[in-house]
């Protein structure tokens, strides 16, 4: 964990083993700084939350019920250090 003034937070997620092996084919392809190319499957749930605010973060998604099933249409890659976030597959 780093002392970034930001962080994001992700929910993991199940998904089919074809998303998984494309999504991990993309970051092999695309990482230009990844050692070990790897992805979890996750939504990401917030962007660039101040620190401070973490506890407030973590008591809204904890009272907050998930959906039942969440239908993604794309599955987008995104890279900070670019400020690149392109599409991948989409339906």
Do not use: K, S, Y
């Not at 998904?15 to 993309?26: G, P, S």
């Not at 990482?31 to 939350?49: G, Q």
């Not at 401070?52 to 250090?81: H, I, K, S, Y």
């Amino acid at each position: 964990m780093t002392n970034a003034p930001h962080v994001t937070l992700a929910a993991a997620v199940g998904t089919d083993q074809a998303v998984v092996r494309v999504a991990r084919e993309t970051v092999v392809r695309w990482c230009r700084t990844c050692v070990i190319p790897l992805w979890t499957p996750h939504v990401t749930v917030a962007r660039r939350v101040p620190r401070r605010l973490l506890p407030e973060a973590f008591a809204v998604l904890q009272d907050t019920e998930g959906p039942r099933e969440l239908v993604c249409d794309r599955l987008r890659w995104w890279d900070p250090e670019l400020d690149l976030i392109e599409d991948v597959v989409v339906t």
